[in-house]
């Protein structure tokens, strides 16, 4: 009885805290319908509406800590039928075969491959004699080879012979889901092509707002320094097409690379410096400041700012967080509320998984509300407990020490565990270059885009441009410095999950209870720690194999699904090229239970297959026919089973396959698409 009275009281102290597990609720629901194998029927989702909606009634008059167990299990099963009517409301066709031929389509998006290559995303397609309800609604194609003739723009119409396929599937058991993404982005055909593109209607060019964001970046480009061009553009439009791999690596190598995605840092800075210099303009005149609450005018230009920033942005899911948290903050401001809390930080959430269910499970999700709930929760401590930050002249440095050293290590595990990479000096870069975004950068930015009018933009720009080369300095350095780069390697499916679970535990749970927490992000770095890597990984195609040695994976082929083995890579943890990792292939030994790899690539290398000894395992990128005395996986065994990971263990060999982890949901399985009518 003691016991369930101090649960009671603990329970009960979470009161006017509450709003703060809203999020937590619909996100536990989201990521339910995501993990389940089976795609749920519409009956199933349409239930869980039907019980939140009986949940909810339910609670009337119930006791508080009944009530809020039961709000839990109504905003949980909310979560689970938002997710699910999301994943139907932007179903489209998927392609279902290979296809070569010609492509048509409107361009909607530009944007560069992991390889460089130009890709554009095309809406409005035309596909040979395609039928107009088996045609996807968008297909995005790299540009390799000469483009001789049209630079393709947003909203132009264009024409090309390509090669298209369907989305694939994870690189290896429990990877990112690259069909999921696509079906979300709705993309039904992802390809390349080696053709010029041509354009097809010579009518001006009707780009709506991308085409809009596309001028002002072509403008800020052609008015900037090429050094800082790219990064300029990224920072003002969302742009990121024209920034330099170079650039790119030594921002993410200095922790850095967060300054090109535009999200709370810009749009509280853009905001702050609206809100500034608005009652700064407001106090110069006296007879004004009198009559007009200056700091509300503030606020409410400050919002307006914010929200055409947003559009002219690209409405990154980031970017829509970061302006939620700066609406509710300025309205806060209006409303003689306080405007850092956890509850702004909560409400801005809600909004962001209610129109994006699918947004939580991307890193940009994960790692701009890790960072901004760290922030606010800490600084709110800083703030209840009444310690100073020193003297006037010395706060703004502590400040951003701390806020620095706070979002650094909120967001650093959900870095390492998406990209595999701990930036070992993020926090001087972030220290002596965060400082610059705010003071020159973002605000001569503003500056230049209200004089750009008048054509009085170029001293602002210029400022801009000092401070991008410092920041850009910056990042060149430490990036150089040695250890500056770590890698660590892939965790299990539940090492996030359960760090996630522990850190809101602490963050938000009233009492001596919140240590609770501390537990479970201990056994997420055991998870983490204790997940073997596969021992040998096959690509969904059975183009790429891969064998963990002492020495690092040994991969088959020396080129060709260059993306596969780098995520490979990457997930194992190691600094190792493609080149170099082929180099180990000769000396793979035979594995116990298991026996030799080998590895028959195309027709030629089944042509030249010389046999195999019966406990060898043979993987074969053609149909493979012949009888041999060893096991045999070829690329029909992998058609339904995607990628392949086989783990070899004392007491024998097991296989686990993507389509086991994934299941078989909407955006994998054609067979469901066409049951729900979606095919």
């Known amino acids: 009885m003691r016991i369930v009275a101090s649960l009671r009281l603990s329970l009960l102290a979470q009161r006017g805290h509450l709003f703060c597990w809203v999020p937590v609720c619909l996100a536990m629901g989201i990521g339910l319908y995501f993990v389940v194998s089976v795609e749920p029927s519409g009956t199933l989702l349409i239930g869980a509406g039907a019980v939140f909606l009986i949940l909810v009634l339910f609670t009337w008059r119930r006791e508080a800590d009944l009530a809020a167990a039961i709000w839990a299990l109504a905003l949980i099963a909310a979560g689970f039928s938002l997710a699910g009517a999301r994943a139907h409301g932007v179903a489209g066709p998927v392609l279902q075969w290979r296809y070569y031929g010609p492509i048509e389509g409107r361009v909607v998006k530009i944007d560069r491959s992991a390889s460089e290559a130009l890709r554009l995303t095309l809406a409005q397609v035309r596909l040979g004699e395609m039928r107009p309800d088996e045609t996807p609604r968008h297909v995005r194609v790299a540009l390799h080879g000469a483009q001789i003739g049209v630079a393709p723009a947003a909203g132009m119409l264009v024409g090309l012979t390509g090669h298209l396929a369907p989305p694939s599937g994870p690189v290896e058991p429990g990877g990112f889901d690259f069909q999921r993404h696509a079906w979300?982005?709705?993309?039904?055909?992802?390809?390349?092509?080696?053709?010029?593109?041509?354009?097809?209607?010579?009518?001006?060019?009707?780009?709506?707002?991308?085409?809009?964001?596309?001028?002002?970046?072509?403008?800020?480009?052609?008015r900037m320094p090429q050094d800082v061009a790219g990064v300029a553009a990224a920072i003002t439009t969302g742009d990121r097409s024209t920034i330099p791999k170079a650039?790119?690596?030594?921002?993410?190598?200095?922790?850095?690379?967060?300054?090109?995605?535009?999200?709370?840092?810009?749009?509280?800075?853009?905001?702050?410096?609206?809100?500034?210099?608005?009652?700064?303009?407001?106090?110069?005149?006296?007879w004004l400041g009198l009559r007009v609450n200056g700091k509300k005018i503030a606020a409410g230009l400050a919002m307006l700012g914010a929200g055409a920033y947003l559009v002219l942005s690209g409405s990154s899911v980031s970017t829509e967080r970061a302006f939620v948290m700066t609406a509710v903050v300025l309205l806060a401001v209006l409303l003689d509320r306080r405007a850092?809390?956890?509850?702004?930080?909560?409400?801005?959430?809600?909004?962001?998984?209610?129109?994006?269910?699918?947004?939580?499970?991307?890193?940009?999700?994960?790692?701009?509300?890790?960072?901004?709930?760290?922030?606010?929760?800490?600084?709110?401590?800083?703030?209840?407990?009444?310690?100073?930050?020193?003297?006037?002249?010395?706060?703004p440095i502590v400040a951003v020490m701390i806020s620095s050293l706070v979002a650094g290590l909120a967001t650093a595990p959900i870095a390492a565990m998406h990209f595999n990479l701990v930036a070992h000096y993020g926090l001087l870069a972030n220290v002596?270059?965060?400082?610059?975004?705010?003071?020159?950068?973002?605000?001569?930015?503003?500056?230049?885009?209200?004089?750009?009018?008048?054509?009085?933009?170029?001293?602002?720009?210029?400022?801009?441009?000092?401070?991008?080369?410092?920041?850009?300095?910056?990042?060149?350095?430490?990036?150089?410095?040695?250890?500056?780069?770590?890698?660590v390697k892939g965790g299990g499916g539940w090492a996030l999950p359960l760090l996630a679970m522990g850190g809101v535990i602490v963050l938000l749970w009233q009492g001596r209870g919140r240590w609770g927490g501390v537990p479970l992000m201990l056994a997420a770095a055991l998870v983490w720690v204790l997940t073997p890597r596969p021992d040998v990984l096959i690509s969904d195609t059975a183009g790429l194999v891969g064998v963990l040695t002492d020495k690092g994976r040994a991969l088959s082929k020396p080129s060709g699904q260059g993306f596969v083995a780098r995520n490979w890579l990457e997930n194992d943890g190691v600094l190792l090229a493609q080149e170099g990792a082929a180099k180990l292939w000769e000396d793979v030994p035979p594995l116990p239970h298991l026996g030799a790899v080998q590895h028959v690539v195309g027709k030629r290398g089944l042509a030249q297959f010389a046999g195999c000894a019966p406990e060898a395992l043979v993987i074969s990128s053609v149909p493979f026919d012949a009888p041999v005395p060893c096991q045999v996986l070829d690329v029909e065994d992998l058609k339904d089973s995607g990628a392949i990971a086989v783990f070899v263990t004392e007491t024998g060999v097991r296989l686990k396959t993507a389509r086991q982890v994934a299941g078989r949901r909407l955006w994998n399985d054609a067979e469901i698409r066409a049951e729900r009518g979606h095919q």
């Open 247 to 286: 650039v790119t690596e030594a921002l993410r190598g200095g922790n850095l690379a967060h300054l090109l995605a535009i999200s709370g840092l810009h749009m509280g800075l853009l905001a702050g410096f609206v809100f500034g210099a608005v009652r700064f303009i407001v106090a110069l005149f006296p």
């Open 340 to 395: 850092l809390t956890l509850r702004a930080v909560a409400l801005a959430a809600v909004l962001v998984l209610m129109m994006r269910p699918e947004a939580l499970l991307g890193p940009g999700f994960q790692m701009s509300f890790a960072a901004t709930a760290a922030l606010v929760g800490v600084f709110g401590w800083i703030r209840d407990s009444g310690w100073r930050l020193g003297p006037w002249w010395l706060r």
């Open 432 to 487: 002596i270059s965060v400082p610059v975004m705010g003071l020159l950068v973002m605000p001569s930015a503003v500056i230049a885009a209200v004089l750009a009018p008048l054509g009085l933009e170029a001293l602002p720009l210029w400022v801009m441009t000092q401070g991008l080369r410092w920041i850009l300095s910056v990042a060149a350095f430490v990036s150089g410095l040695e250890g500056a780069q770590g890698m």
């Open 184 to 222: 979300f982005q709705k993309i039904g055909a992802v390809g390349y092509t080696r053709s010029p593109v041509v354009r097809l209607d010579p009518t001006p060019i009707r780009g709506g707002i991308y085409g809009l964001r596309m001028w002002i970046s072509a403008e800020v480009q052609a």
